[in-house]
Every structure is written in structure tokens, then in C-alpha cells.
T-cell receptor
Framework: VTLLEQNPRWRLVPRGQAVNLRCILK??????MSWYQQDLQKQLQWLFT????????VKSLPGADYLATRVTDTELRLQVANMSQGRTLYCTC?????????????FGEGTRLSVL | QQKVQQSPESLTVSEGAMASLNCTFS??????FRWYRQHSGKGLEVLVS????GEKEEGRFTAHLNRASLHVSLHIREPQPSDSAVYLC???????????FGIGTRVLVRP
């Protein structure tokens, strides 16, 4: 059973244009949602973890600027702006965040972004 | 800041032979160690998680952790061609959703 639905799965982004990504959680027992980026060299990097509706965070990394929003208990969004290099964005979910032995984050299928 | 190194970069094994992958880390205070794999063009699949020194087995996958040596390994028993993928070591402290990943080991299992 798929826990996370990411869309779009792939997008060609004109240079200078922002793109909005969505991640839908299918099982509310895994409410801790996060975004990771995987660059062209395949290095994965944590971006954000957002738990509650209304939570927002911003971050700038080499090659892109990010704005993450937890819209509802089941929807996480990511706006990617000023992207200069392609990358893949993964949404994850987990049952809890802290404490020893906490559950491994579970990954969605990812959204692949390429720069036009 | 946690640094995670994986070796070898790539590994070719014959079907049925044991595959062994290594991961070293810099921060010995971490307490969550996970192995994921990623098939080409796909998301990540968690294989095994280990939280204390010793061994943890999940099916054909066994992780060994030695925090004093800053080392965690993964052994794949009786690998099959469908196990061909990139294997990723991921480490976190008690804030478990913030994983630090190695660059991965590409494993090819030949029939």
C-alpha cells in the first residue's frame, strides 16, 4: 500500500520559474512529514520536517530556494524557486520524530525536476 | 556535523554469494542507523534499522553496529539479481526524521 503520493512525478522547469510540489499522506498514523533533495550526484540531503498544519519553513541551498508548507494533516507542499540544477525531491513520513528507536522515515516515489 | 562515508563505491557479486557493505561515520553520539536501498528511478526502501551495538537481522539483510569504531555494515545473504540497486547508509540522532546519508554503494548481482 502506497503511503505517500507525490505529484507531479516529473517537471521541466524553465529557468527562473518556480514550481509547486505536493505530497499527500495516505495513512494518518505517520504524521511527521519531511522533504529531502537528491542532487545530480545522487547525494541525499534533508530539507525540512513539518508536523502541524500551518507550519512553514524556508531554506536556500546551492542551486535552489525552498519554501515548505504543511497545509493540512495529510498534505505537504514544497515550492522550488531559482533552480539552476536539476534534482529529485522526496517526501517522507514517519510515526514519530523523537525518542530512541523511532521508526525509519518512509519515502515517496519522488518528483524529478529538470531545468529548461 | 555528521559525515557519512560508504565503501566500496561499487560492488559486483555472483548470485548466492554474500555481499558486504561498509559505512563509517564521524559523530559517535548518533543512535539511529539505517540501511536503505534505491532501485534505479525509484524511491528509497528501508531494509534494516539498528540502534545499539551488535547485530540486527531483517530477512536476508543483517546490520552490524560498532559505535566505538564509528562503523556500521550491511551483509546481504544469498543476493539475487533483483537486489541490484544502490544501498544507502543513513544516520540520525534522536531527531529521527533528519537523516544524514552516505553517497551509496552500487551493487550489481550477476546471475
Amino acid at each position: 500500500v502506497t503511503l505517500l503520493e507525490q505529484n507531479p512525478r516529473w517537471r521541466l522547469v524553465p529557468r527562473g520559474q518556480a514550481v509547486n510540489l505536493r505530497c499527500i499522506l495516505k495513512n494518518s498514523q505517520y504524521p511527521w512529514m519531511s522533504w529531502y533533495q537528491q542532487d545530480l550526484q545522487k547525494q541525499l540531503q534533508w530539507l525540512f520536517t513539518l508536523r502541524s498544519p500551518g507550519d512553514k519553513e524556508v531554506k536556500s541551498l546551492p542551486g535552489a530556494d525552498y519554501l515548505a508548507t504543511r497545509v493540512t494533516d495529510t498534505e505537504l507542499r514544497l515550492q522550488v524557486a531559482n533552480m539552476s540544477q536539476g534534482r529529485t525531491l522526496y517526501c517522507t513520513c514517519s510515526a514519530r520524530d523523537r525518542g530512541p528507536g523511532n521508526q525509519a522515515p518512509l519515502f515517496g516515489e519522488g518528483t524529478r525536476l529538470s531545468v529548461l | 556535523q555528521q559525515k557519512v562515508q560508504q565503501s566500496p563505491e561499487s560492488l559486483t557479486v555472483s548470485e548466492g554469494a554474500m555481499a558486504s557493505l561498509n559505512c563509517t561515520f564521524s559523530d559517535g553520539t548518533s543512535d539511529n542507523f539505517r540501511w536503505y536501498r534505491q532501485h534505479s528511478g525509484k524511491g528509497l526502501e528501508v531494509l534494516v534499522s539498528i540502534f545499539s551495538d551488535g547485530e540486527k537481522e531483517e530477512g536476508r539483510f543483517t546490520a552490524h553496529l560498532n559505535r566505538a569504531s564509528l562503523h556500521v555494515s550491511l551483509h546481504i545473504r544469498e543476493p539475487q539479481p533483483s537486489d541490484s540497486a544502490v544501498y544507502l547508509c543513513a544516520i540520525s540522532n534522536s531527531a529521527g526524521n533528519k537523516l544524514t546519508f552516505g553517497i551509496g554503494t552500487r551493487v550489481l548481482v550477476r546471475p
